[in-house]
Each structure stands twice: as C-alpha cells, then as structure tokens.
C-alpha cells in the first residue's frame, strides 16, 4: 500500500500564499490518482482538488482559481499550491491515494491510502 505524507503547512495571513507537498513512498505516485480533502473542526472532510495518473486536476468550487494541484512524478510528490487563503481555507490538509474511476467525484470513500495531514491556519 502505498504511503503518503505531507508537509508544507502552517500560520498565515489572509491573501498570503502556502505549498503543501504529499511525498508517495512503498509505490510510485504516477501509479495513483491523488487527492487533497480537508476538515475543520466539528466538520466532515471535504474535497478539494485531484490530481489524475494522466494529471488531469479537478478543484472544488471554493477553491477553484486560487488553488493548483501539480504533480511530479520524478520526485513522486504532488502540490497543492494555495493562493489568496481566506480564514474559511483554515484545515488539517490530507492527502489521499485512489486507482478509482471516480476519484474526481469528491468522495473519500473513493481514497483508500491517506496521509497524516497537515495544519494550515490563515487568520484574518
């Protein structure tokens, strides 16, 4: 199976930019489509963006624009580029492995790898 972790979160000012990186270990990333999900707290995770094996990226319509999903595969890592954060972009940020059809349907039940998750908290 493989392993995800991220990292590149943290405390940020409204209209500031952050990069969240997802390292795949145990398999090559190019293997998996990737997905970026958050949750707040006392709310259920949410979709983000996903990533394609053939890169093709879906956004959710609350960060589309201000967010970019890229992957390379070389250094089997995927980013999530956040521009314009806004307090309500305040999550633990996972990343999440699926070989599923349906990986851009938003759904983590389509996921079955997932990383630890990191912090990012923009104040306003």
């Known amino acids: 199976q493989v392993q995800l972790v991220e990292s590149g979160g943290g405390l940020v000012q409204a209209g500031d930019s952050l990069r969240l990186s997802c390292v795949a270990s145990?398999?090559?990333?190019?293997?998996?489509?990737i997905g970026w999900f958050r949750q707040a707290p006392g709310k259920e995770r949410e979709f983000v963006a996903a990533?394609?094996?053939?890169?093709?990226?879906v956004y959710s319509d609350s960060v589309k624009g201000r967010f970019t999903i890229s992957r390379d595969n070389a250094r089997n890592t995927v980013y999530l580029q956040m521009n314009n954060l806004k307090p309500e972009d305040t999550a633990v940020y996972y990343c999440?492995?699926?070989?599923?059809?349906?990986?851009?349907?938003?759904?983590?039940?389509?996921?079955?790898?997932w990383g630890q998750g990191t912090q990012v908290t923009v104040s306003s």
């Open positions: 999440a492995a699926s070989t599923s059809v349906a990986y851009g349907s938003g759904s983590p039940s389509h996921y079955t790898s």
């Open positions: 145990e398999y090559p990333s190019r293997n998996y489509h």
């Open positions: 990533n394609s094996r053939s890169q093709f990226a």
